[in-house]
């Protein structure tokens, strides 16, 4: 299972004479938009000062201006290296973000035509082929599947904010191109709101409720294996969910895998960076603007909570976020919360609001200011004092006093 045979292995002819490997196509074509960047501006630097005419396919993130006040003596290449990384489309025809150390940045076009959602469809096709070869592909009715996502909108979204629930339904639904929504993404939702449900027929052993939802994480477990040779925003949202769900399991090691390939993947996708130029661009919706907010910062609180369980470093330094939190969501921030149950709903309940948005907020929040403490105080390195330490713990609990969190409802605190 994703073993490629010899013949299919790549291969560097050399060349006759020096000994040298021949570079790589993407190579000379990261040098040649070296070389038209250059060109462009030597010619313009007979006439005015250089300026970066902006690119739909090369927008810099917020908050870092680029100097267009260079002199007639600035050496351009100086002035190119030193530009900020950016968000780019490259051939599988997904966003991705490169810094500036990157040749990548500098590539404005993709590097062929890219086919969009191609290579993730191609490898959710070879991921299902693998499950069923190994007899751990799983089906299950319709009405199964509405039962196991109502129970997963109640009682895990809530709290782990990390799946846009308009976005994910119209892609169920089949009402758009169904980027948001993939036989990995389900079979992870299945495998933790299982948890939640009592029936049986969830469980690999009738009698043992602790198996509830196994034979869906074994099938995603499989699926994620192949879907991260070129993840995408599901793919992210699916390691959030198994890191959970097999951290429940005890299996550590594999849980914290999964949540470092989570950050990883999302950091790759530039979800960490502020995308409102290309939202004003027209290049992505203000939908998927949202959906990658959201997806960002429930992969933030995934992050966080792992390290503060297992004090160990984490993946998520505030120093590499731009995006902002998730917005306050009218449709979902007061969608009134019903608890999953088949009786008949108590008529107090429908009055609670599920407060998503803004409980994403202050969870986010929370894990901040906690990480960053805990990280203070048990650095391997720390010298701190105990006047340091306590300092630190001090301001830690100032932040209860805050008017903020004294004004917040019941629903909204964090205990």
Sequence with gaps: MGR???????????????????PSK???????????????????????????????????????ELDDDTGDEQDPLSELTGLVGRLNVIDDGQIHYFGSQSSYNLVREPLRDAAPHEPSLRMQRQGIAAAAQLGKLVTI??????????????????????????????????????KYCSPLLL???????????????????????????????????VLLL?????????????????????????????????????????????LNLDCSKWVTSGLLSEDEAETRKVTWWGCYVVDKLFSLGLGRPSSTPKSSITCPKPSIDNEEEYTPWKPATEGAFDEKTLGVHSHISSTAHHVSETYTIACEAMDMIYAINSKLSSREIEDIVSKTDAFDEEEEVKTLSEQKCVS
């Excluded at 010899?6 to 490997?21: F, I, K, T, W, Y």
């Excluded at 129970?151 to 639904?173: A, C, D, E, M």
């Excluded at 097999?246 to 999302?266: C, H, P, Q, V």
């Design 187 to 221: 079979s992870s939702i299945f495998a933790i709101s299982a948890r939640y449900s009592d029936r049986p027929e969830l469980r690999s052993d009738p009698n043992d409720p602790n198996t509830a939802g196994d034979a869906f994480c074994e099938h995603a477990k």
């Design 226 to 270: 192949y879907e991260s040779e070129a993840p995408t925003i599901t793919t992210v949202q699916s390691a959030c969910l198994l890191a959970l769900r097999i951290m429940s399991d005890g299996k550590e090691a594999l849980g914290w895998l999964y949540s470092g390939n989570a950050t990883r993947m999302a950091h790759n996708l530039g």
């Design 141 to 178: 009715s319709d009405d199964m599947q509405n039962h196991l996502l109502e129970l997963y909108w109640k009682w895990q979204n809530p709290w782990n904010y990390v799946i846009h629930k308009g976005t994910f339904l119209r892609s169920f639904r089949g009402e758009d191109d169904g």
């Design 4 to 22: 490629r045979d010899n013949g299919s292995q790549l291969r560097v002819s050399r060349v006759e004479g020096d000994g040298c490997a021949p």
């Design 26 to 64: 993407k190579y000379v074509e990261s040098l040649q938009a070296r070389i038209r960047l250059l060109e462009a501006q030597v010619v313009s630097l007979g006439s005015q000062p250089p300026t970066i005419l902006p690119d739909p396919q090369a927008i810099e993130p917020e908050g870092v």
